[in-house]
């Protein structure tokens, strides 16, 4: 086990404010960033585990801008990562709510009295994090979604069309690019069968066996004869 895993592990047992009403967002999100960075899945270095540096979050200014304190004070005890582009879902990136560019400059408004936009998140129910996070959480670990750096997005399974043939009524230079798309998206998937050759194992959490170093030369040794493909779709 890696030291930097002893240390996740270490934090994950110890932490105080892992009880309700918030401890479980914490230790979930803490669980799912802690794991791709095992897998690689994501660039080094950008989990950014609690406790956070006391500059992390400028407090004051939040309580300012109207924020609750137990708002701002989780803000301060979430993981989170550092670089915003991380696709974790299809079509989803980290939503950075403590951004600048902060809701609290747009003009009054009110709701509307009949239904709006009924596709959206809000109208779905709310559940526990580990409700949500969890079922994400056993997709990374079981390899059925795969996470790359050096690649411009996740692989979250099997597209559509998985009889690789694009829409009849498409332009021969579209018909193109989509199947350059799906030889790069079988090339990705074999990226599974290197993890498994380096002892991961799809059914537990602790991933003892696992040679991460091992897996990481491998994928580079292997990605550097795939990527004229990727870049070419």
């Known amino acids: 086990m890696r030291f930097f895993d002893q240390i996740i592990f270490g934090m994950m047992a110890a932490l105080p404010y892992r009880d309700p009403p918030h401890g479980e ?34 407090r004051t200014a939040a309580l300012a801008a109207g924020y609750a304190p137990e708002a701002v004070e989780l803000m301060g005890r979430l993981p989170y990562l550092a670089n915003e582009d991380v696709e974790l879902m299809p079509s989803t990136v980290p939503i950075n709510h403590i951004s600048p560019q902060a809701g609290r400059l747009l003009h009054p408004w009110a709701t509307f009295e009949g239904p709006v936009d009924a596709m959206n998140y809000h109208h779905v129910p709310g559940v526990r994090p580990r409700a949500f996070l969890d ?10 979604y795969l996470g790359n750096p ?10 559509p069309n998985a009889d690789a043939k694009p829409p ?7 018909k193109q690019k989509w199947q350059g798309m799906w030889k790069d998206w079988q090339a990705v998937r074999k990226l599974e ?11 537990t959490s ?13 994928r580079l040794q292997y990605w550097e004869s795939i990527e ?4 070419s779709c």
Not at 26 to 46: C, F, H, K, V
């Open 25 to 58: 967002i914490i230790s979930a999100l803490t669980e799912l960033y802690t794991l791709l960075d095992r897998l690689g899945a994501i660039e080094p270095n950008i989990v950014r585990l609690p406790p956070h540096a006391l500059d992390a979050l400028n």
């Open 135 to 144: 079922p994400l959480i056993k997709k990374y670990r079981e390899l059925t």
């Open 150 to 159: 050096m690649s411009r997005h996740m692989d979250f399974g099997a597209p």
């Open 168 to 174: 009849f009524d498409w332009p021969e230079a579209d």
């Open 193 to 203: 069968k290197l993890y498994l050759e380096c002892g991961w194992d799809v059914n």
């Open 206 to 218: 602790e991933q003892r066996s696992f040679r991460r170093d091992e897996f990481l030369q491998k």
């Open 228 to 231: 004229p493909l990727s870049e």
